[in-house]
């Protein structure tokens, strides 16, 4: 996972693409306080990897 700061309080996480698959995938994630949204264009376990990464405040 790749996380990349776009502006103040909006990131972009990238994931590499699976086996045999040409293309990736990105979750981007709108942080305001103590609350996140996230929009997904990924799958359960890059949501949750972002989930954890977001927990421990690293943003």
Not at 13 to 31: D, K, R, T, V
């Amino acid at each position: 996972m790749k996380k990349i700061k776009i502006t103040e309080g909006l990131y972009q996480f990238q994931f590499p693409p699976f086996e045999n698959q040409h293309f990736g995938f990105n979750i981007y994630a709108l942080i305001n306080g103590q609350e996140a949204l996230l929009i997904d264009t990924a799958f359960e376990q890059h949501a949750k990897q972002v989930r954890e990464n977001l927990k421990k405040g690293r943003y």
